[in-house]
């Protein structure tokens, strides 16, 4: 398409013969040749500009006004583009055409904040994934989807003004691209940890342990809606809680900070405290100093041996290290099921090891009684394997 010319300038050569050659096509494709197209199209601006109440002329001027508009609005956009693209910005496609919106930082959209809030609200099945060394909460489109077409939003919306209301003209994935654009969620993929390390990736081990389900991922550039697509919430919410403990923090240090400005009675009292403390630690290494010798007095003397609270040192809760009182060594099973496996086949391949050294040994017995003139005695020299029970 030509680019139009500016107010109160001519048109070049190059743009006529533009402009020429739309005309043919457009005459082409009614059946028409390019004197009845420009007829056609005279009768349909007089009839335009009648229905607006303008002249001919006025008509002309505001169409060429909003085409120009227009194609800076596209100049802008573009340079928009270019711009996002070198520095990195995701960007959010919409309009019918659509058209790449880069993302600005700023304040959000008070509506999208709104969506925001209502969304985190509901279960949408979040799980933890691992996005630039921060753990955040995942979720899939079309659960966001889902719950803003449910009659719960419906009810919300008419409650809550800021709460945009799902129209044919504001279609759900516009109201969801409110969260992109105000940088309340943006879309990730899943990402490879080592990427961009210049190191073959390490091979597997069975020691090393793995999160299920933890995945890391990066922001994608190009912020589209799908439903099978995943977001992460980088809005977290009301923060009182994160306010609550860091004002406790402050405090607990500014109190032991002054601690020389205490009143005495209130010092005396957290040295007894200390004091009581330190213990019941000495007290703790004490009991695990003596479970330890009485174990191995017990080793030689009552087999297999005898604990003092024999969960002290395991995996689970604090009032669980102190039960049961005692209990007995475990004792480690000696035989595996490979070796008792392999006693029944290895006394069957010495018997038949055994059959087969008796068959290869000379028959004395006939050559004897060749040489004394009898008849052979046939005897059958077949290997035989014996059966032995399992244990």
């Not at 691992?130 to 719960?152: E, H, T, W, Y």
């Not at 945009?164 to 309340?184: G, H, Y």
């Not at 090393?208 to 933890?214: A, P, S």
């Not at 035989?335 to 391949?349: I, L, R």
Request: charged share 20%.
């Amino acid at each position: 398409m030509a680019t139009p010319p500016a107010p109160n300038q001519q048109p070049s050569p190059q743009q006529i013969a533009a402009m020429q050659q739309q005309i043919t096509q457009e005459a082409q494709k009614r059946g028409m040749t390019p004197q009845q197209f420009q007829a056609w199209q005279r009768q349909q601006i007089e009839a335009d500009a009648k229905k607006a109440g303008l002249s001919v002329d006025q008509y002309i001027n505001q169409l060429k006004q909003q085409a120009l508009q227009n194609h800076q609005r596209q100049q802008q956009l573009a340079q928009q583009q270019q711009a996002a693209q070198q520095s990195g910005q995701p960007q959010v496609q919409q309009g019918q055409a659509g058209q790449q919106v880069p993302i600005t930082p700023g304040a959000p959209d008070p509506k999208g904040l709104a969506v925001a809030k209502w969304l985190r609200s509901q279960d949408l099945k979040t799980r933890t994934c691992i996005c630039n060394g921060q753990r955040k909460d995942m979720f899939r489109v079309k659960r966001a989807l889902r719950a803003l077409q449910s009659p719960a939003y419906a009810l919300a919306s008419k409650k809550n003004p800021l709460l945009p209301a799902i129209t044919a003209q504001r279609p759900v994935t516009e109201i969801f691209k409110l969260l992109p654009l105000s940088l309340l969620a943006l879309r990730v993929s899943k990402a490879d940890p080592h990427e961009g390390h210049n190191h073959a990736p390490a091979p597997a081990k069975k020691s090393q342990k793995r999160t299920k389900g933890l995945w890391h991922v990066k922001i994608e550039q190009q912020q589209d809606v799908g439903e099978d697509l995943h977001y992460v919430w980088l809005y977290e919410g009301p923060q009182w809680r994160q306010k609550l403990y860091a004002g406790g923090a402050l405090a607990a240090i500014m109190a032991v900070v002054m601690f020389p400005l205490w009143p005495i009675k209130l010092r005396i009292g957290v040295w007894y405290l200390s004091m009581g403390m330190l213990g019941l630690i000495g007290l703790f290494f004490a009991m695990a100093i003596f479970r330890l010798i009485l174990f191995c007095v017990t080793v030689f003397t009552v087999k297999p041996g005898l604990w003092l609270y024999p969960n002290l040192f395991e995996d689970v809760g604090f009032f669980d290290s102190f039960r049961p009182v005692w209990g007995w060594q475990e004792e480690k099973k000696k035989k595996s099921k490979k070796s008792s496996s392999s006693k029944p086949s290895a006394s069957v391949a010495a018997a038949t090891t055994t059959a087969s050294t008796t068959s290869s040994l000379p028959d004395t017995s006939s050559t004897s009684s060749k040489s004394n003139g009898n008849a052979p005695r046939k005897r059958d020299l077949t290997p035989r394997v014996e059966e032995v029970e399992e244990d």
